[in-house]
C-alpha cells in the first residue's frame, strides 16, 4: 500500500508549514539585500516639534549591493517630495526641488542582519492591523513586529521623543531603484556643500569616536532623521 508513505509526507509538511508560526524564532528574519517598501508614517504622536503634516508616504528602496539607501518622502497633500539619500561613505542629502540640507555620519548604510544578530529582545505575539506577529525590542526605543507567518516586516514604533510609527504597506523584495537621477541629489545641494554640514543626526545626538549604534542607524534608515 502506497498511501501511508503520502499520508506521512502530508503530515510532516503540514506540521513544518505549522512549525514556522507556532514557535518563536530566535530573533527577527534577516532583511533581503534589496527591497522596495511603502511605509505609511504616522507622526502625530511625536513629542518633538516636526516641520510639515504629520502624516506621511515613504517609497523605501534599501540597496545594500549598492550600498545606498532612499527615502522619498510625501507629505499628506503635498506636491513636492522630500528625498532623503543615504550612501555609504557617511554622507546622507536630504532635498526637495528647493532646499537642501547634507548630514556626515561616521557609517554608512545599515546592514540586512542588523537585527538579526541575537541582539532584539521578545517581546510576546500581537496583532496589528491583523497580521499576528512576533514582536521585539532593540536598545529600549524600537518596536519591532513581524508577520508569524511570512516573517516579513509588518510595523515598527519608536518609542522615544522622535514617537514614529511606521507601517509596511507593501514589501517588494529584490525589487531595485535603477534610475540613477532618483539618487543624485541636486546642484542647489552643492552650491554651499560645506555651510550646512552638521555632525549630529536627526535625533540631535552627536556622534563620536566614529561609533553610531545600529539602533540610531535604523533611525536614519527609516527616514525618521528627515522627519524634521
Ligand atoms: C504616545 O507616546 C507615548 C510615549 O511618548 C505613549 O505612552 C503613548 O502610548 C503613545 N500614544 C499612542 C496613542 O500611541
Ligand atoms: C496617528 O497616531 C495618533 C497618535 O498615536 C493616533 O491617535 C491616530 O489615530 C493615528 N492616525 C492614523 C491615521 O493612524
Ligand atoms: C559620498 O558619495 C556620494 C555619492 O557618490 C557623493 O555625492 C558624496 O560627495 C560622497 N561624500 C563624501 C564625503 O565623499
Ligand atoms: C543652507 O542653509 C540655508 C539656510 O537654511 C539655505 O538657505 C541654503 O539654501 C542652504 N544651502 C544649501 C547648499 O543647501
Given at each position: 500500500?502506497?498511501?501511508?508513505?503520502?499520508?506521512?509526507?502530508?503530515?510532516?509538511?503540514?506540521?513544518?508549514?505549522?512549525?514556522s508560526s507556532a514557535t518563536t524564532p530566535d530573533g527577527p528574519a534577516?532583511?533581503?539585500?534589496?527591497?522596495?517598501?511603502?511605509?505609511?508614517?504616522?507622526?502625530?504622536?511625536?513629542?518633538?516639534?516636526?516641520?510639515?503634516?504629520?502624516?506621511?508616504?515613504?517609497?523605501?528602496?534599501?540597496?545594500?549591493?549598492?550600498?545606498?539607501?532612499?527615502?522619498?518622502?510625501?507629505?499628506?497633500?503635498?506636491?513636492?517630495?522630500?528625498?532623503?539619500?543615504?550612501?555609504?561613505?557617511?554622507?546622507?542629502?536630504?532635498?526637495?526641488?528647493?532646499?537642501?540640507?547634507?548630514?556626515?555620519?561616521?557609517?554608512?548604510?545599515?546592514?540586512?542582519?542588523?537585527l538579526a544578530d541575537g541582539s532584539a529582545v521578545y517581546l510576546g505575539r500581537e496583532?496589528t492591523?491583523?497580521?499576528d506577529c512576533h514582536v521585539w525590542g532593540k536598545a529600549g526605543?524600537i518596536v519591532y513586529y513581524e508577520d508569524a507567518?511570512?516573517r516579513?516586516p509588518v510595523r515598527w514604533n519608536?518609542?522615544?521623543?522622535?514617537?514614529?510609527?511606521?507601517?509596511?504597506?507593501?514589501?517588494?523584495?529584490?525589487?531595485?531603484?535603477?534610475?540613477?537621477?532618483?539618487?543624485?541629489?541636486?546642484?542647489?545641494?552643492?552650491?554651499?556643500?560645506?555651510?550646512?554640514?552638521?555632525?549630529?543626526?536627526?535625533?540631535?545626538?552627536?556622534?563620536?569616536?566614529?561609533?553610531?549604534?545600529?539602533?540610531?542607524?535604523?533611525?536614519?534608515?527609516?527616514?525618521?532623521?528627515?522627519?524634521?
Amino acid at each position: 500500500m502506497a498511501w501511508p508513505l503520502l499520508q506521512l509526507l502530508l503530515i510532516a509538511a503540514a506540521a513544518a508549514a505549522g512549525a514556522s508560526s507556532a514557535t518563536t524564532p530566535d530573533g527577527p528574519a534577516p532583511w533581503p539585500e534589496q527591497f522596495h517598501a511603502v511605509l505609511f508614517t504616522n507622526l502625530t504622536n511625536v513629542s518633538i516639534a516636526s516641520s510639515g503634516p504629520p502624516l506621511r508616504l515613504h517609497d523605501l528602496y534599501y540597496d545594500w549591493p549598492r550600498r545606498r539607501n532612499l527615502n522619498l518622502i510625501r507629505h499628506q497633500l503635498s506636491g513636492d517630495p522630500l528625498y532623503d539619500v543615504e550612501w555609504n561613505n557617511g554622507t546622507t542629502f536630504y532635498f526637495d526641488s528647493a532646499t537642501c540640507r547634507t548630514e556626515q555620519f561616521p557609517v554608512g548604510v545599515l546592514r540586512p542582519g542588523w537585527l538579526a544578530d541575537g541582539s532584539a529582545v521578545y517581546l510576546g505575539r500581537e496583532t496589528t492591523g491583523g497580521f499576528d506577529c512576533h514582536v521585539w525590542g532593540k536598545a529600549g526605543f524600537i518596536v519591532y513586529y513581524e508577520d508569524a507567518l511570512t516573517r516579513r516586516p509588518v510595523r515598527w514604533n519608536f518609542i522615544d521623543v522622535t514617537g514614529i510609527e511606521q507601517f509596511v504597506m507593501s514589501f517588494e523584495v529584490g525589487v531595485v531603484l535603477e534610475d540613477d537621477s532618483q539618487w543624485q541629489a541636486p546642484a542647489h545641494c552643492f552650491l554651499d556643500e560645506a555651510a550646512n554640514k552638521t555632525n549630529e543626526d536627526g535625533d540631535h545626538v552627536a556622534v563620536s569616536n566614529g561609533v553610531m549604534d545600529a539602533a540610531r542607524l535604523f533611525r536614519k534608515f527609516a527616514g525618521a532623521a528627515a522627519a524634521y
